[in-house]
């Protein structure tokens, strides 16, 4: 395992660079707004090497990543909202509970696979709640 951060923009060339010297079996990124609003780049550097990535959010996939295994944003969202508004009639949001999401979304992305040279198994596909093809 190699753990690559990344701080600012121009510290992916050097993760990239790192991962050319000492190539990864695979890639997990991790989702924060650095790596969101940059998530192209990983994206095609992982197809451009032909290795699996995954990442935490749906919509990843949906822009080009292999797979992804995380929280449900619709599901982050709708109770972000509902607590809001138990906070707009009166509630104190001390008293309110915290809360861990119920629902995670495994996202694929057959196109992206059969570019690396994937064959997923069957079952992995018939467990994916969205497949991209």
């Known amino acids: 395992m190699q753990a690559l951060g990344v701080r600012a923009p121009n ?6 660079s790192a991962m050319d010297a000492e190539r990864p079996d695979a890639i997990l990124m991790v ?7 940059n998530r192209k780049r990983v994206i095609d550097f992982a197809q ?14 949906r822009d080009g990543g292999l ?3 995380g929280v449900s944003l619709a599901e982050h969202y709708d109770r ?18 915290f809360e861990l999401p119920t629902r995670f979304v495994f996202a694929f992305n057959m196109k992206t696979a059969r ?18 093809e």
Do not use: H
């Open 67 to 69: 797979m992804s295994y």
């Open 31 to 37: 989702a924060d707004s650095l790596t969101n609003l």
């Open 11 to 16: 510290e992916f060339e050097a993760a990239f």
């Open 80 to 97: 972000a909202a509902a607590l809001t508004d138990r906070i707009l009639k009166g509630a104190k949001p001390a008293d309110l509970p």
């Open 48 to 61: 451009q090497r032909r290795l699996p990535a995954i990442y935490e959010l749906a919509f990843i996939v």
């Open 115 to 132: 570019a690396i040279g994937l064959e997923p198994p069957p079952m992995l596909i018939a467990r994916a709640d969205e497949v991209i």
